[in-house]
C-alpha cells in the first residue's frame, strides 16, 4: 500500500524551528519527486517546496526561501523540511505529495500525506 506519512508539526514561537519529515511506504522515494504544500484555514493550498527525483534539485516558493531547507534521504525513504526563522503567517496545515516531477500544482501529484499542522505563535 502506498502512503506517505508526515510527522514533525507542532507549537513553535515566533523565530523558532521545526523539521518535518515525509516518510514513505509501498513505493520507492529515489523516483519520485517530494513536493511540500500547505494550507491555510480559508485559503487555497499552495506549494512550499519540492526536491526532484534526478538531480536533487530543490525549488523554494519566495515567501520561504532563505528560511525553509528540503532535503532527502533516499536510504531512509524519507524527505525532510527544515523550517527556520518561522513566522505566524508559515501557521498552516503541511502536506508532502509524491510526483515523477516537481510542479507548483497540487494536481498533478500522484500520491498525498495526511498533513501535519504547523502553528507559529506566541
Known amino acids: 500500500q502506498v502512503q506517505l506519512v508526515e510527522s514533525g508539526g507542532g507549537l513553535v514561537q515566533p523565530g523558532g524551528s521545526l523539521r518535518l519529515s515525509c516518510a514513505a511506504s509501498?513505493?520507492?522515494?529515489?523516483?519520485?519527486?517530494i513536493g511540500w504544500f500547505r494550507q491555510a484555514p480559508g485559503k487555497e493550498r499552495e506549494g512550499v517546496s519540492c526536491i526532484s527525483s534526478s538531480d536533487g534539485s530543490t525549488y523554494y516558493a519566495d515567501s520561504v526561501k532563505g528560511r525553509f531547507t528540503i532535503s532527502r534521504d533516499n536510504a531512509k525513504n524519507t524527505v525532510y523540511l527544515q523550517m527556520n526563522s518561522l513566522k505566524p503567517e508559515d501557521t498552516a496545515v503541511y502536506y508532502c505529495?509524491?510526483?515523477?516531477?516537481?510542479?507548483?500544482?497540487?494536481?498533478?501529484?500522484?500520491?498525498w500525506g495526511q498533513g501535519t499542522q504547523v502553528t507559529v505563535s506566541s
Open positions: 509501498g513505493f520507492t522515494l529515489d523516483y519520485y519527486a
Open positions: 505529495a509524491a510526483d515523477p516531477y516537481c510542479s507548483d500544482y497540487p494536481a498533478e501529484y500522484d500520491y
